[in-house]
């Protein structure tokens, strides 16, 4: 492969790591920053509520951050930030039973981060 083909050239690059990191970092961060103050002030059945919107919500808002300034992946980058925003909760929880709903809530992090990514494509498409 070329020097151009990893995505070196013209300002874009096909992947980025750090920012794919620090996107699922802050999208989890988020998903804490949500969910328990809804706990403190609504109790337990908008908590649980909250769970999977923030869960959803917050790796697509990141995903669309990530991918402005991607060239090509968007949708890979995307699934990538709910995968780490996953990835973390799992580590801080590990050795932990986690219910249904939080198993569920993983599978909506990934899913989110990719419609962000889809997101992403489009507007760049559209430019």
Known sequence: MTHQEWGAGAGGRLMRPGRTLLGGFLAELSVFAIVFPVLYVFGERAFLASILIASA???????????????????????????????????????????????ISHGLKVIGGAAGGVVAARRKSVR
Request: net charge positive; charged share 10%.
């Open 57 to 103: 919500m917050m790796p697509f808002v990141f995903a669309v951050w990530v991918g402005k300034r991607l060239e090509s992946h968007h949708v890979l980058h995307g699934a990538l930030v709910g995968l780490v925003a996953t990835l973390i909760y799992t580590g801080l929880a590990w050795n932990q039973t986690q219910p249904l709903l939080y198993k």
